[in-house]
């Protein structure tokens, strides 16, 4: 029986599972930092991807009760440069300058140097998030605190109250922990143009292999859910139907014998006729969605055990963290801006932001949340009719800058069911306006690739793109859809009529806001409450 669910396997795969492939050795890491990294016993773990989820959880905890002290500790300085090697050394002695300098110009030229200086001591901090932090290195590689009385009093303690540890279950990373994660190779590293996994490389086409199957395996479970909740559907009409056809009344003077099928009885035969009809075909598509589900999880158990014999055991890959690095540096560069602060230190000299807009984790979630429940789809991604809920990777970049940014849409090996990524500032002046700036990013970006080649002309990317010409406009396009977007979350959706009439189209049809905003809205004006009618219109014809 089980032979019946049996598909044929993804030839990659099955040629893969063929090979004989040593396993790589492990780093010497006592060449690399003059001393040994002490390991985790176990992989960071990674937040799990539930199609199921319908939002995110509610945040009953943001900050610790007790104080951390290890921003108390005067010895923080020098244990976070400690063992570091000439990065550290190099950082110390020109810090020591710039906070010295009185003339501007030489305290320019200085600043420059500790910013260059500081993302190459960080490289080798980066390196050891792997093993096993000190917290001193870990809250330096999070929030980029070198040196605690650089900041207020009310400042380090408002630092040392922020929940350390990932609670909620949210893709969302401090540097520390995405490192982490990347180096122990939980997370693949982040697209970049410039960097070519090699083919010859067995370990990351396994990992590749594994997020296409483990996609496959994630997208036929979730139209496995879809297909048996419309057969169950179905099934309780036709029960609904059957019961309306058997109910009889007795005849007159004939109490013994009910009566004939009515007019509307006879027609609910043709009704269950198509029913019938119907679930013969939801059956067979439950089959194939079966097959595919079974062979998906039988790619992934054989890719698992690959993976065990090529060496499951933690290990790091200081490649991969260095790769990482650089994108994450680059990440920083585009949150912050070319006419923006890159002074990477935080520091109360730059640091203006207010606790509301500091972007700590419990801090975004909520801001997410917030944006989810005006945009309902704006985490959704549509897999073979399937509208999936697919929250993406967030990386939280202790950076002066005020725009997130979307680096992938998803994973190019696994588009059905992989995260994307964006990255945030940590302290911006508005985090609510850094947070959508990235969604809007995000937004268009997926919306053109699910376009492909005809992004121009369909869909909500299509649409914007001509109206953009229509109207002459000149800038970047994006950029100009993005502006958009953060006027359709935050004004339009309190009925303030920023948009151009024909952008407020586009978006009411691509981007639709949740029912409950529509229903305010429809009461607000008469612009949206033609838009409502609109909607009503189109689903009435879409039933014939």
């Known amino acids: 029986m089980a032979n019946m669910f049996q598909g044929e396997m993804d030839p990659e795969i099955a040629a893969l599972l063929g090979t004989d492939t040593p396993a790589p050795a492990a780093p010497d890491y006592s060449a690399l930092f003059n001393e040994p990294l002490e390991l985790d016993d176990e992989k960071p773990g990674e937040a799990e991807l539930d199609l199921s989820a319908e939002g995110f959880p509610e945040i009953t905890k943001r900050f610790e009760d007790v104080p951390n002290p290890v921003f108390a500790d005067p010895n923080y300085y020098k244990a976070a440069l400690s063992g570091e090697g000439d990065g550290a050394q190099r950082v110390h002695a020109i810090l020591q300058k710039y906070v010295a300098a009185k003339d501007p110009k030489d305290r320019s030229v200085y600043r420059q140097q500790v910013t260059t200086a500081f993302w190459d001591f960080l490289l080798n901090v980066a390196r050891k998030s792997p093993g096993k932090l000190p917290e001193n290195k870990k809250f330096l ?56 996994i090699s083919k010859t490389n067995a370990s990351s086409r396994l990992q590749q292999l594994m997020d296409k199957a483990q996609g496959k395996k994630d997208g036929a479970r979730s139209l496995l859910k879809a297909k048996d909740e419309e057969r169950i559907n179905m099934e309780r009409v036709l029960r609904e139907r059957i019961k309306g056809i058997t109910d009889h009344y007795p005849l007159d003077g004939l109490p ?112 997410l949340a917030k944006i989810e429940s005006i945009d309902r789809e704006a985490f959704c991604r549509s897999y073979k009719t399937r509208l999936n809920r697919i929250v993406p ?39 609510y306006i850094a947070v959508l700036s990235a969604v809007g990013d995000l937004r268009w970006q997926v919306a053109k690739e699910k376009a492909s080649y005809y992004w121009m002309e369909e869909g909500l990317t299509g649409n914007y793109y001509q109206w953009f010409q229509k109207m002459k406009l000149k800038g970047d396009l994006k950029e100009a859809f993005i502006a958009d977007y953060i006027t359709w979350i935050t004004k339009e959706s309190e009925a303030i009529q920023k948009l151009d009439k024909e952008v407020r189209g586009i978006f009411w049809r691509h981007i639709p806001f949740s029912q409950a905003v529509k229903d305010k809205l429809r009461d607000r004006s008469y612009t949206y409450q033609d838009l409502y009618q609109r909607d009503l219109n189109r689903a009435m014809s879409d039933g014939y």
Request: with cysteine; hydrophobic share 35%; charged share 25%.
């Open 141 to 196: 590689l999070r929030f980029f605190i070198l040196h605690p009385t650089f900041l207020t009093p009310e400042q380090r303690d408002f630092f040392a109250k922020i929940v350390v540890d990932n609670t909620l279950n949210q893709p969302v990373y401090y540097l520390d922990e995405w490192f982490k994660a990347v180096g122990t190779g939980v997370i693949r590293n982040s697209a970049t143009d410039e960097v070519r």
């Open 256 to 367: 013994d014998v009910s009566s004939c099928y009515t007019d509307l009885q006879k027609k609910l035969f043709a009704e269950v006729q198509e029913l019938l009809k119907g679930l013969i075909k939801t059956d067979h598509d439950l089959e194939v969605f079966l097959r595919d589900y079974y062979q998906a999880e039988t790619d992934v158990k054989n890719l698992e055990t690959k993976i065990e014999e090529e060496g499951g055991a933690v290990q790091v890959d200081v490649k991969a963290v260095d790769t990482e690095f650089d994108t994450v540096r680059q990440m920083a560069k585009m949150t912050i801006g070319r006419q923006g602060n890159h002074f990477p230190i935080l520091s109360g000299e730059y640091f203006r932001c207010t606790p509301g807009d500091i972007g700590y984790r419990e801090n975004v979630i909520s801001i």
């Open 393 to 431: 990777y967030v990386v939280l970049i202790p950076s002066y800058g005020d725009v997130g940014v979307c680096w992938e849409p998803f994973d190019r090996f696994n588009r059905a069911t992989s995260r994307g990524r964006i990255a945030l500032p940590m302290y911006p002046k508005n985090l």
